[in-house]
């Protein structure tokens, strides 16, 4: 299978381009692919940069050059479900918007214009992501163009989506981009803070071990993948 990767920060994808057999550098439209495997899987790696627009382009770029097959997107979130550490490593089941609002149309609160409300990952890929994965956390991601780092702004988004477990920037537009172009994926998602009043000292203080931890994840989970 040929699976192309998206990471939007570089600590992010370092893990994961240090564990690629047969490493090769590809430039297109100004973006690096990094090109190789791991397992038995053809991997095409991007650096997508941070937000909606950026990993959309992403997938685009990964669909139209390289012809993957599916998308995976890792990286780190931030946890608005009390219950989640640091460190915690959540899967994402389904993802949406938490900041998108066209309810005057009748449309849910969350949900775009002729889009669904929530994007569902491949079952298939949750369920092999389960079996490599201690306790796995699996349900609702939600995405923004806004780093949350307010009690305020939790309490916010869980009016909209009590069952919401993290939120980050980039799973919602990576899964819309890939179900637009029919190609399954997964979110993948290392807590590297708690999306609280000092979200911003806690990211960067974990944002390191956050990215190759759920790098790490990646990499068993495509060794064991058929």
């Known amino acids: 299978m040929k ?28 973006y690096v692919f990094h090109t190789g495997s791991i397992g038995c899987h053809e991997l095409v790696l991007i650096q997508s940069g941070i937000g909606k627009v950026m990993s959309a382009i992403a997938v685009t770029l990964l669909v139209e050059i390289f012809d993957v097959d599916a998308i995976v997107n890792t990286g780190s979130a931030g946890a608005v479900n009390h219950s989640l550490k640091i460190g915690d490593i959540v899967v994402a089941d389904r993802l949406a918007y938490h900041d998108v609002d066209v309810t005057a149309f009748g449309y849910a609160y969350g949900q775009m214009a002729q889009q669904p409300l929530y994007f569902e990952s491949s079952k298939y890929f949750v369920s092999e992501l389960r079996k490599v994965i201690d306790s796995p956390i699996v349900g609702l991601i939600t995405s923004s163009d806004s780093f949350i780092a307010s009690e305020s702004r939790i309490a916010e988004i869980k009016k909209h989506f009590p069952d919401v477990l993290a939120v980050e920037m980039e799973g919602a537009s990576v899964a819309q981009a890939a179900t637009a172009m029919k190609k399954p994926f997964v979110i993948i998602r290392a807590i590297s803070d708690t999306a609280s009043h000092d979200a911003s000292v806690k990211f960067d203080e974990f944002i390191i071990e956050a990215g190759r931890k759920s790098a790490q994840t990646l990499i068993n989970f495509l060794n064991n993948l058929e």
Request: with cysteine; glycine share 8%.
């Open 3 to 30: 699976l192309g990767i998206i990471c939007a920060m570089e600590e992010e994808l370092r893990t994961l381009v240090e564990s690629l057999d047969k490493d090769s550098k590809i430039t297109r439209h100004g």
